[in-house]
């Protein structure tokens, strides 16, 4: 294991580091959509006591723009991680070809027999 922890670390500093920003940013996202989570359903407890047990009318304004506050910061807090995140993995494919061309380009590579056609026949075809 010591001798993988100077490459992970290396491959970190390399491909990590230039999106950290955006990883905070989606990690801090993510804990608003959860944390919201959690305050919907600490909100039906005035819902059900307040609104339907003691029938108070005048509590079901303040509970209902509560209840779409909530609603409206979790979609937005969830768009925004979806989307950072996604843009993040779209942008990922020249690590994806800087780390896997030594292996899909060498002389025993399914590509270099064949080329993609192959792989899909041999990936689709119901008899291996």
Do not use: Q
């Amino acid at each position: 294991m010591t001798g993988a922890l100077p490459l992970i670390l290396r491959l970190m500093r390399t491909y990590v580091r230039p999106h950290v920003g955006i990883i905070a940013a989606a990690l801090g996202l993510m804990l608003v959509s959860s944390a919201m989570t959690g305050a919907m359903a600490k909100l039906m407890e005035p819902i059900i006591d307040k609104v339907f047990a003691d029938k108070n009318g005048a509590m079901l304004l303040p509970v209902a723009l509560g209840v779409f506050a909530v609603f409206t910061v979790r979609g937005l807090s969830s768009y925004g991680h979806t989307v950072l995140l996604n843009n993040l993995g779209s942008g990922s494919w020249p690590i994806y070809r800087t780390i896997c061309s030594p292996i899909s380009s060498g002389p025993m590579s399914p590509i270099s027999t064949g080329g993609r056609a192959a792989i899909s026949r041999r990936v689709l075809s119901p008899t291996r």
